[in-house]
């Protein structure tokens, strides 16, 4: 399977705790993306990566939450302090060239407790 | 004003019927725009873009842009059961998309 793959699918967390997701991207695509979507809402933006390098973060993206894509190919998004609003299904997608053609993987569903 | 609106339904219509979902945005420097199919608790999947006014269409879905009005729509044509999700609009410039809310369709056999 050549698609996004994320890791784990489901996360479970206690509040206060810390979490960390992977993504791994279609190979060879320059660009990754992290989406936060909670229920009946579409996804929102939470910052993206061309390469290495992290260009944009959004204001959603507290100072608990860091990302990092080393050597431009995997990413992982870490959440310290978990709050309750913290739940949610994180998504990552993958961009080759196009921003018009991004391939989501199956997201990792977070409930913190 | 959000910068997408998309009437969240829920939609629900008989098998074999023509299905119109709509979105308007309300950001000028939108370019692309898309339309993303998801199922219950699975990731978003890339059902068709376009980057100009006019249609596209794609077996029995059909894509129209206008950028006069900032509206677009997906129409789907006999429609099938196992198109029954969620349908997401999208857009964006050159990088991050933005998305509405979803509208939750159900086709009845």
């Known amino acids: 399977d050549t698609g996004v793959s994320q890791d784990p699918r489901h996360k479970i967390t206690k509040r206060g705790q810390n979490v960390t997701f992977r993504c791994d991207p279609i190979?060879?695509?320059?660009?990754l993306y992290w989406y936060r979507q909670t229920l009946g809402q579409g996804p929102e933006f939470l910052t993206y990566f061309q390469n290495e390098a992290q260009l944009e973060k959004s204001r959603l993206l507290s100072d608990r939450f860091s990302a990092e894509r080393p050597k431009g190919s995997f990413s992982t998004l870490e959440i310290q302090r978990t709050e309750q609003g913290d739940s949610a299904m994180y998504l990552c997608?993958?961009?080759?060239?196009?921003?018009?053609?991004?391939?989501f993987g199956p997201g990792t569903r977070l409930t913190v407790t | 004003q959000k910068e997408v609106e998309q009437d969240p339904g829920p939609l629900s219509v008989p098998e074999g019927a023509i299905v119109s979902l709509n979105c308007t945005y309300s950001n000028s420097a939108f370019q692309y725009f898309m339309w993303y199919r998801q199922y219950s608790r699975k990731g978003p999947e890339l059902l068709m873009y376009t980057y100009s006014s006019g249609n596209k269409e794609d077996g029995r879905f059909t894509a129209q842009v206008d950028k006069s009005s900032k509206y677009i729509s997906l129409f789907i044509r006999d429609s099938q059961p196992s198109d029954s999700a969620t349908y997401l609009c999208a857009m964006g410039g050159s990088e991050k998309l933005v998305f509405g809310k979803g509208t939750k369709l159900t086709v009845n056999p």
């Open positions: 190979s060879e695509h320059n660009r």
């Open positions: 997608a993958s961009e080759g060239g196009h921003a018009y053609e991004q391939y």
